[in-house]
């Protein structure tokens, strides 16, 4: 009789609780994505950005949209991630635009034309407000992708010997990605792409003399400050370099709140990361030259101007991609006319 009892006791709590989870209503249930980033786990974007993103979407929604988070080559190699996406293998990923320019024809104008800003507000605008994340995500969306900016930022490389003339510059072996590859290597230098994880042995070997990844903040981040001394302005470019990539369905598939959380987090992003970024810069630069021997090299007016010149040349190239590439730069003209540039 004792057992009978206990044994009914227990059937009968397991029946609660099993009705209780019945109960629980779709929309309080727990969403996990699996994200993929082009960022190594040492790159400041990776946390700041990343990471804060992580903590946001699971602080807003009570635990209900959480991030796995998988750093560059853990999945799939950084030109993998939007195709990964697209056909939902992974429901998320982070790129850069320089990845995805033989999908998206205004890629390359995202990436990053150079000499295009002066600063960093007038990049921030462009996109938001002039169109260019509006075009970026039409396109992306016929992959199935929603796009989504993570931030506006400067473009810096640093090399490991100085530049004090054309030749000087030409002789670098530099690494680089996307359109700046391609303007970089009409100029004269050896573009070539490193991935993430292979960039600070390519440059500690002498593989290549000279790298970007980000400016100030990213090349600490990833240790080039310990083999190339010279931080170099101005910038290549002032670009939103960095974007994240979302399944479209697996957006569609969130409860209505979330979705719009999710959507609203991802805006406030854009402008809390490229505020932050260029604070971050100021002091990361600053801890570079204290600490670390760190010196600022300003290009000579010499190549500084013949840049510009194959800067101009190459935006032409750029829009001859096609009729959306086209209309981007005549945006971006317009939009240059209007400051008085």
Do not use: C
């Amino acid at each position: 009789m004792k057992f009978s009892a206990v044994t009914a006791a227990v059937a009968a709590a397991l029946s609660v609780a099993f009705t209780g989870l019945a109960a629980v209503p779709a929309s309080a249930q727990t969403t996990t994505w699996q994200v993929q980033s082009h960022w190594p786990g040492a790159s400041s974007s990776f946390t700041d950005s990343l990471e804060r993103l992580k903590e946001t979407l699971e602080e807003r929604t009570d635990g209900r949209l959480v991030l796995e988070l998988h750093e560059a080559g853990a999945l799939f190699p950084a030109s993998d991630i939007f195709n990964a996406v697209s056909r939902g293998a992974i429901e998320m990923g982070t790129i850069s635009p320089a990845y995805v320019t033989d999908l998206i024809e205004v890629a390359g104008i995202a990436s990053g034309l150079p000499f295009a800003f002066k600063d960093v507000w007038e990049a921030a605008y462009f996109q938001k407000n002039i169109g260019l994340e509006d075009m970026l995500r039409e396109e992306a969306a016929e992959h199935g992708v929603f796009y989504s900016t993570d931030k506006v930022y400067p473009t810096e490389m640093v090399v490991t010997k100085p530049i004090e003339n054309m030749d000087d510059f030409r002789s670098l072996k530099i690494r680089s990605s996307g359109a700046l590859q391609e303007f970089l290597t009409a100029a004269g230098a050896a573009a070539t792409y490193v991935s993430g994880p292979e960039l600070y042995p390519a440059l500690s070997t002498g593989v290549v003399d000279g790298a970007h990844w980000g400016a100030a903040q990213g090349a600490m981040s990833m240790g080039l400050y310990e083999v190339a001394k010279y931080h170099v302005l101005p910038p290549l470019n002032i670009a939103a370099t960095d974007a994240f990539v979302i399944n479209q369905e697996a957006i569609d598939a969130l409860p209505e709140d979330v979705r719009q959380t999710l959507m609203a987090a991802l805006e406030e992003q854009f402008w809390f990361r490229t505020n932050e970024y260029q604070y971050k810069e100021r002091l990361a630069l600053a801890k570079a030259q204290k600490e670390q021997d760190v010196q600022t090299l300003m290009l000579p007016e010499a190549v500084q101007e013949q840049l510009a010149e194959t800067a101009l040349s190459f935006w032409e190239k750029e829009a001859e991609k096609g009729e959306k590439a086209a209309e981007a730069l005549q945006k971006l003209k317009d939009f240059r006319a209007a400051l008085g540039y």
